[in-house]
């Protein structure tokens, strides 16, 4: 199965680069681009057939190695 | 609305850092983790209400700015 992990800064945090990408497009013409938050995405290729199985595995992974739980949230889609 | 976009590397394209994460993870214990593909993630909040509107900004914004489509490709999705 494969597990996609989505890490962003939690909205409290600021977010420095997602607030240049955001004037950048200012300065391109994207008057109507509010705001930008930036993030980082992974795709896991599990060796399991259980969405519950891939789930637990992409979470922990999440907790552990691709997110710092202090600033960051994650969010865990499975297909 | 808010469009999200995911970028990642074509597949035919080598990706080190996921590679690196995959190798992280099997030296933690995590066997059944096959690969790992590392990529981009934006959250744009877009000042407009129609679904094929935003879309289409995310689009170009994507073509323009955050991705490099030689080596990438993405994804969109609005809500």
């Given at each position: 199965m494969r597990a996609r992990v989505f890490v962003t800064l939690k909205p409290s945090v600021f977010d420095p680069q997602g607030r240049t990408i955001a004037e950048a497009l200012h300065s391109l013409g994207?008057?109507?681009?509010?705001d930008v938050r930036q993030g980082k995405y992974f795709e896991l290729d599990l060796q399991t057939e259980e969405a519950s199985a891939a789930r637990k595995i992409a979470a922990e992974v999440a907790d552990k190695?691709?997110?710092?739980p202090v600033i960051e949230s994650y969010k865990i889609e499975v297909d």
């Open positions: 994207y008057a109507n681009v509010d190695v691709l997110a710092n």
